[in-house]
């Protein structure tokens, strides 16, 4: 697509509940990232998948948190048992390889609210 | 390692008068800096980058940026505000040793601009 686009934009859940967060990158892009911003701060990464396998998942808090790109293209986030500290925007972006000269395209992200 | 601060959370100007937004980054080794917009709603837009080319860089929508080594800064500056330059900017350091690109974002600055 032209864009790197999110579903659902506003997700809210009750604590203790399971969630899943799609990502459908720009087409051709085989580096793709999920972030997450709390509200007044900077995103940090979580993970990176370089084609269908996760490159590296050092950015994920803890075992309640899962990611996958099957088929190289759309990422599904998971997390499981959700709290109330997981509320924030998840921010998804890809680019089309993962060398450093390549620019990041962001979609808008999913505004995740735990209750 | 690699790590970003924007000296200010806050920045409030008035419309036509210059803007600058602080940065300084740390960086292991040559670090590739960008600067990202984000407009409420909205996904990160990139601004500009900086990739080791001139040191002076210049992006959309009369922004520019200059990369000073000695003092490990990449302010961001523009002549004239407008008020659609409201926004929250995020500076962005990647590794170039970094083989995913990840990136790491500053704490964000709000601008205003006042009419």
């Known amino acids: 697509g032209a864009g790197v686009s999110q579903t659902p934009s506003n997700k809210v859940t009750e604590k203790g509940k399971y969630v899943e967060l799609r990502c459908d990158p720009i087409s051709g892009h085989t580096a793709l990232y999920w972030y997450r911003q709390s509200l007044g701060q900077g995103p940090e990464f979580l993970i990176y998948f370089q084609g269908t396998g996760a490159a590296d998942d050092s950015g994920l808090p803890n075992d309640r948190f899962f990611a996958v790109r099957p088929e190289g293209s759309v990422s599904t986030l998971k997390i499981q048992r959700t709290e109330r500290g997981d509320s924030a925007v998840y921010l998804c972006a890809s680019s089309r390889d993962p060398s450093g000269a390549n620019v990041l395209t962001f979609g808008a992200g999913s505004r995740l609210t735990v209750l | 390692a690699q790590s970003v601060t924007q000296l200010d959370s806050h920045v409030s100007v008035s419309e036509g008068t210059p803007v600058l937004l602080r940065c300084n980054y740390s960086?292991?080794?040559?670090?590739?800096l960008f600067w990202y917009v984000q407009h409420p709603n909205k996904g990160l837009q990139l601004l500009l980058k900086y990739t080791s080319a001139a040191t002076l860089v210049k992006g959309i929508n009369g922004f520019e940026a200059e990369f000073k080594k000695s003092e490990t800064s990449f302010h961001l500056t523009k002549p004239s505000a407008h008020m659609s330059d409201a926004a929250e900017y995020f500076c962005v350091v990647s590794d170039q040793q970094n083989a995913g690109n990840m990136l790491t974002f500053g704490g964000g600055t709000r601008l205003m601009v006042k009419p």
């Open positions: 960086s292991s080794y040559s670090p590739s």
